[in-house]
């Protein structure tokens, strides 16, 4: 089956930092990667569809100059969260589009302090 | 009115009877529908996906996709204490070319 990288799986960092997270499609090529923001006991919320070679699209209220996106290949998207902070805390997890439907990376959970 | 619907429950069933998960759609465009099962403090896994009416059969899963009633269901047959988690429903739209997901229904499975 698909598989989807995440990486880290989990990182702290001080407030005002960023932190990367890496997503990488491991089995397939994707030319469409989906981020997702996930608060604990809340649904899913997806915060930018990234398509390689071109801009992010961003959904709406999330800052594209605090959470950059890059698609450089097909097989990786990264995320960077710009000048963190406790309120950036949550899981992120990645998403990459496969033939049938979207798979999942297990996701990353950040801590900011 | 949200675009895929679901009760967050948590609906609670006993050891082996079985489970019914509901999910409503808005968008007729809607092709396809999946199933993705989420357990606490982890990501979305995909159980299944139907894009026929009707029902389609995975071992103790079932997928009913009803177009005219716009209505998506999954029964999990011999319930098991390790099914207990949340069940999140998605549309995938052509037009929008991504899945769009319900908030999710949480399953419990007591002994």
């Known amino acids: 089956g698909a598989v989807v990288s995440q990486h880290p799986s989990w990182v702290i960092c001080k407030s005002g930092t960023s932190v990367k997270i890496e997503c990488r499609s491991l089995d397939f090529q994707a030319t469409t990667m989906f981020w997702y923001r996930q608060f604990p006991k809340q649904s899913l919320m997806l915060m930018a569809t990234?398509?390689?070679?071109?801009?992010?699209?961003?959904e709406q209220g999330v800052e594209k100059d605090k959470f950059l996106i890059n698609h450089a290949s097909l097989t990786l998207s990264t995320l960077t969260v710009t000048s963190a902070h406790p309120e950036d805390s949550s899981f992120y997890i990645c998403?990459?589009?496969?033939?049938?439907?979207?798979?999942f990376g297990p996701g990353t959970r950040l801590l900011v302090l | 009115q949200k675009e895929v619907e679901q009760n967050s429950g948590p609906l609670s069933v006993p050891e082996g009877a079985i489970a019914s998960l509901n999910c409503t759609y808005s968008d007729r465009g809607s092709q396809s529908f999946f199933w993705y099962r989420q357990y606490s403090g982890k990501s979305p896994e995909l159980i299944m996906f139907?894009?026929?009416?009707g029902d389609k059969e995975d071992g103790r899963f079932t997928a009913q996709l009803n177009k005219a009633s716009q209505y998506v269901s999954l029964l999990i047959r011999d319930s098991q204490p390790s099914d207990s988690a949340t069940y999140l429903c998605a549309a995938f739209t052509g037009t929008a070319s991504k899945l769009t997901f319900g908030t999710g229904t949480r399953l419990q499975v007591t002994l």
């Open positions: 139907i894009y026929s009416n």
């Open positions: 990234s398509n390689e070679g071109s801009k992010a699209t961003y």
């Open positions: 998403s990459a589009r496969g033939a049938v439907t979207q798979y």
